[in-house]
């Protein structure tokens, strides 16, 4: 087997909110905020990807479409169906709730995975419920554009601190929960708030 290591930027390309913060496995990437995704391409039919923890997440491979989703821990392994001797893999997290936790890539002897090249533009959401939800705009209009994209947004969130929903329609939850950063603050930290 070649095995890629999830800390390998040089190799997986990664959109989205990821840092190598899994105190018991430095070489494992995490994801933050909402439609982190990886992807490489690989050479062969099938490819083995390592979750470090309990993951959940979709998969499309080439031009298919996404899986529903999925939750493993340890090693999965996955076919490509189409023709051809290269194809591409993406590790897809629709749920800002929840972290991926990726460990690896592998493929079989004499194959080999590589980065896929970055697509002509890239486009950062930045919201709240209406770039948030799964079936929103923002989780789709990268794909359909052809486009890198991120997405970092949460239902209720105000721009500016210390207004929007949370405060507004909460008062309670925004004060027991400490819900009182806008994105304008919320942005720059590693999950929401």
């Not at 970055?118 to 079936?135: C, E, L, N």
């Amino acid at each position: 087997y070649q095995t890629v290591d999830a800390d390998n930027t040089d190799t997986i390309k990664y959109c989205g909110t990821w840092q190598a913060t899994d105190a018991d496995d430095p070489k494992t990437m995490v994801s933050y905020w909402n439609a982190a995704y990886a992807e490489v391409s690989f050479t062969g039919h099938s490819i083995t990807v390592e979750f470090a923890k309990q993951t959940t997440y979709c998969v499309k491979i080439d031009d298919g479409a996404y899986s529903a989703p999925m939750t493993s821990t340890g090693k999965v392994t996955f076919y490509a169906e189409g023709e051809g001797d290269t194809h591409t893999i993406r590790i897809y997290n629709n749920n800002r709730d929840r972290h991926m936790y990726l460990r690896s890539f592998s493929v079989e002897q004499h194959q080999t995975i590589s980065r896929t090249p970055d697509r002509p533009h890239y486009i950062q959401f930045v919201g709240d419920s209406i770039s948030d939800a799964t079936t929103s705009f923002s989780h789709r209009v990268g794909d359909v554009l052809g486009w890198d994209f991120s997405v970092t947004a949460l239902s209720g969130m105000a721009l500016q601190t210390g207004y929007g929903y949370w405060k507004n329609n909460n008062p309670e939850l925004f004060e027991q929960m400490g819900i009182n950063v806008g994105m304008e603050d919320a942005f720059f930290r590693l999950g929401y708030p």
